[in-house]
């Protein structure tokens, strides 16, 4: 995987747990690859599997991160800051 179209970042949490998030910005999909507490992924993997509502702990991630925006794309319509509508 070549590193010329990657970056990162390292945040310090409240908790004191460190979160790492590396972007590679691929072809097809950019890959990411995170730190999360031990505890949160647990709960994440309870979700995932055979007659569950998640395939992966990546589709889960994914859903999640599509949820989130949604919610925010609500908040900046009501506060009047999205663009265009």
Known sequence: MP???SHG???LLQ???ILHIFVYDGQAMPKVSLDMPNELLT???FHVGD???FIS???AIRSAC???LDQLDTIDKRQGRL???
């Open 3 to 5: 590193l010329s179209n």
């Open 66 to 68: 599509r949820k989130l």
């Open 15 to 17: 908790d004191r747990s």
């Open 83 to 85: 663009e265009g509508e």
């Open 43 to 45: 709960d994440l993997k």
């Open 57 to 59: 702990v990546a589709d």
């Open 51 to 53: 007659e569950k509502k």
């Open 9 to 11: 970042k390292t945040s």
